[in-house]
């Protein structure tokens, strides 16, 4: 690990020097008038992109169809980093793999942790499982410090917290822009609303409430629309194990849960083998989507197409 974050450095600093070579010889082609940001995932560049117009150039570090739980960053991803202005990480241990990136990056370079923004929910404990698979108490620690990171599944906490905060950041690295990031921000987070009531519409006639997650995604979603997911995963990113599954399958059937929930960023295996065992469908959700996904290439449709694919499943 040290090598590689040596290697990573090393790569940094032969950046500055070339480009500090390059500006003293020729014009630099790079659009200084729109403010630089580098974001860890996909939904929360989408996010920037709407707050922050034609007055930024938003990236995003995690490629398509990779899981940020397992995903270690390369010399490619330091160097995007290198020339940003603002980097926003989503924290609570989801994007650890972007960490050291920051700490390599420029000093002058701002980091928003919107996890600091948002009233973080804890992990289902699942504790009549754990004492099947006689996993105990270590268990909890593995889950990001027993505090969930997905939040952004919750289009409220993205109106109310994590867009407020973005344009405030862009505010400060472009205060000229400041009204024109605010007018943005009131407009899309009245798209928000809209999206928000659109999903409380549809899940809350629904009579199967119950569903099985392969991955700890959907806790934020399930507790703002009154639904009840159960986790398979022990760890995220591992396979679970036999007794672990074992347990998942009794409470399933006890719950009534009508389908199990994978994603493209993990191995579908384990819950089509859940779902089997129980006699229920699998559905693909993506919480994290691309842009050059149909149907998951945008905030707002990642939100509309994971409720449709849900809302069939349980009704």
């Known amino acids: ?92 241990d989801l994007d650890t793999f972007a960490d050291k990136l920051a700490e390599a990056g420029k000093p002058e370079l701002m980091t928003l942790t919107l996890a600091d923004k948002v009233d973080l929910l804890a992990e289902s ?25 997905h939040f952004w599944l919750n289009p409220v906490l993205v109106k109310d917290c994590l867009a407020p905060e973005i344009a405030d950041a862009l505010a400060i690295l472009s205060p000229e822009d400041k009204d024109y990031f605010q007018a943005n921000l009131t407009e899309y987070c009245n798209k928000i609303d809209q999206l928000d009531q659109e999903i409380d519409q549809k899940t809350s006639v629904l009579k199967n409430r119950s569903f099985i997650a392969f991955h700890s995604s959907w806790c934020y979603f399930a507790d703002r629309y009154n639904l009840e997911d159960i986790t398979v995963e022990e760890f995220p990113g591992k396979e679970p194990s036999a007794k672990w599954i074992a ?39 993506d919480p994290l989507g691309a842009e050059n996904i149909t149907g998951f290439n945008s905030y707002l449709s990642i939100m509309r197409s994971n409720t449709d694919n849900l809302v069939k499943a349980l009704q």
Request: aromatic share 4%; hydrophobic share 40%.
């Open 125 to 149: 404990p699942l504790e009549e499982i754990e004492d099947k698979a006689g996993t105990g108490a270590d268990t909890h620690s593995h889950h990001h410090h027993d505090m969930n990171p």
């Open 247 to 285: 347990g998942i399958i009794d409470l399933a059937k006890s719950k009534q849960a009508k389908a199990v929930l994978i994603e493209p960023q993990f191995s579908p295996k384990a819950a089509q083998v859940l779902a089997d065992e129980i006699g229920i469908p699998v559905i693909k959700v």
């Open 1 to 92: 690990m040290k090598k590689k974050l040596a290697t990573l450095i090393l790569v940094l600093l032969t950046i500055f020097v070339f480009s500090g070579c390059s500006n003293n010889g020729s014009k630099s082609t790079e659009d200084t008038s729109k403010v630089r940001v580098v974001a860890t995932i996909f939904p929360v560049a989408d996010i920037i992109n709407n707050i922050g117009g034609d007055k930024v150039e938003v990236s995003t570090l995690l490629p398509a169809g990779s899981s940020p739980h397992t995903f270690e960053a390369t010399p490619e991803q330091l160097k995007q980093i290198s020339g940003t202005q603002l980097f926003v990480k989503v924290g609570a």
